[in-house]
Every structure is written in structure tokens, then in C-alpha cells.
T-cell receptor, first 113, second 113 residues
């Protein structure tokens, strides 16, 4: 069975500071991993995905994530936070033989001026 | 590319009426679409998998006679909430799959009075 754990339901950073959102996964098969962002009252937007190619994945809006098999992690980072990054972030896992996504509980990012 | 739309974005209805929500993939064909429900400040709960030309697959605990899903074409899936009650009020989000990745619609806010 697959699962995703997002540590920290809320993360607060100052504008310009490093953003680090944590995601650990559990999967019995090589996983596909995703980060999505959700702004209030909107759907989910794909930030980036890992599908067994390069372990360091670059996404939109300056975000990137690194797949670390030894740590079963796929943490999301951004060097310098912007006010517009304030949103809910979801990590998700699927397997190559199914389209179903298993979501983490989400992390709300707040950015202070 | 990979744009998914939903209609309506917001609907208010009386208890006992039925509501239909449409999900369209605008620039790609999707044999598989998914329907999710999201409660306030919560993650997404998968309701069902919609497959073009066949019956939908419902997750455990989701009433298939309550939430009717039709996937009549490669670009359209519909969710009908039958005999809606206030407890059905929620944010409903669809997604469509292209190349191992789910792309999400903007969501539909359903309020049942």
C-alpha cells in the first residue's frame, strides 16, 4: 500500500526566506511523486512531478524537489519565498500501473512581509 | 496544455433536488477522470474513477446511486448529485489524466439549503 506523510500542517516563513515543505512516502513499488498547490477556492495546480528520471526535479514558480530513495522523501523547496506563494501544498504518490493518487494531508504555507 | 474545466463553479440548490457538475479536458483526451470531494481545511477524498465508455469505480463508502457518474466521451465526465441534502454541501473537484499525471479542474462549490 502507498501512503504520504506531510510533516507540519502549517509552515510560516518571511518573504525572501527559504521554503521547505516536507513529504515522506511509503510505496512497495517505484513511486511517481507529485507536488500540487491549491489557492483558496480553486482546484489543484501541478507544481512538479517525479517519474523515475532525474532525482532533482524543477517545477514552476521557482520550486524544486529532490527524490531521496534512502530517506523515502520528496521535500519541496524554494530559495526565496514570495507573498504569492502563500497557499496549501499537497504531496501525492501514485504507482506506474495505476492513475490513482494518494494525497498527504496538506501543508499551509504562510508568508509574512 | 493540459487544461481541465468544471461547470458550474458555484451552485446553490434546495434540498431534494439534483445537481449536475461537468468536467471537461479542453486540450487533450482523457480515458480516465477522477472525482474528489474536499471538506474545509482538509485534503482531497477520492470519490470515484470515471472511465470513458464503462461504469465508474466508486471508492468504499461512496454511494453510487447518490453520486451518478457518466463519462460519455474522451473529454467529458459528469457527476450528478441526486436528491441533494445539506450534508452533500462541499467542494467537488475533478481531474483528468494525461501521461501519468492528473490535471485538476477549478472545482465546484455546492451548497444545499
Amino acid at each position: 500500500a502507498q501512503s504520504v506523510t506531510q510533516l507540519g500542517s502549517h509552515v510560516s516563513v518571511s518573504e525572501g526566506a527559504l521554503v521547505l515543505l516536507r513529504c515522506n512516502y511509503s510505496s512497495s513499488v517505484p513511486p511517481y511523486l507529485f507536488w500540487y498547490v491549491q489557492y483558496p477556492n480553486q482546484g489543484l495546480q501541478l507544481l512538479l512531478k517525479y517519474t523515475s528520471a532525474a532525482t532533482l526535479v524543477k517545477g514552476i514558480n521557482g520550486f524544486e524537489a529532490e527524490f531521496k530513495k534512502s530517506e523515502t522523501s520528496f521535500h519541496l523547496t524554494k530559495p526565496s519565498a514570495h507573498m504569492s506563494d502563500a497557499a496549501e501544498y499537497f504531496c501525492a504518490v501514485s504507482s506506474p500501473n495505476t492513475d490513482k493518487l494518494i494525497f498527504g494531508t496538506g501543508t499551509r504555507l504562510q508568508v509574512f512581509p | 496544455g493540459a487544461v481541465v474545466s468544471q461547470h458550474p463553479s458555484r451552485v446553490i440548490c434546495k434540498s431534494g433536488t439534483s445537481v449536475k457538475i461537468e468536467c471537461r479536458s479542453l486540450d487533450f483526451q482523457a480515458t480516465t477522470m477522477f472525482w474528489y470531494r474536499q471538506f474545509p481545511k482538509k485534503s482531497l477524498m477520492l470519490m470515484a474513477t470515471s472511465n470513458e465508455g464503462s461504469k465508474a469505480t466508486y471508492e468504499q463508502g461512496v454511494e453510487k446511486d447518490k453520486f451518478l457518474i457518466n463519462h460519455a466521451s474522451l473529454t467529458l465526465s459528469t457527476l450528478t448529485v441526486t436528491s441533494a441534502h445539506p450534508e452533500d454541501s462541499s467542494f467537488y473537484i475533478c481531474s483528468a489524466t494525461e501521461l501519468d499525471t492528473q490535471y485538476f479542474g477549478p472545482g465546484t462549490r455546492l451548497t444545499v439549503l
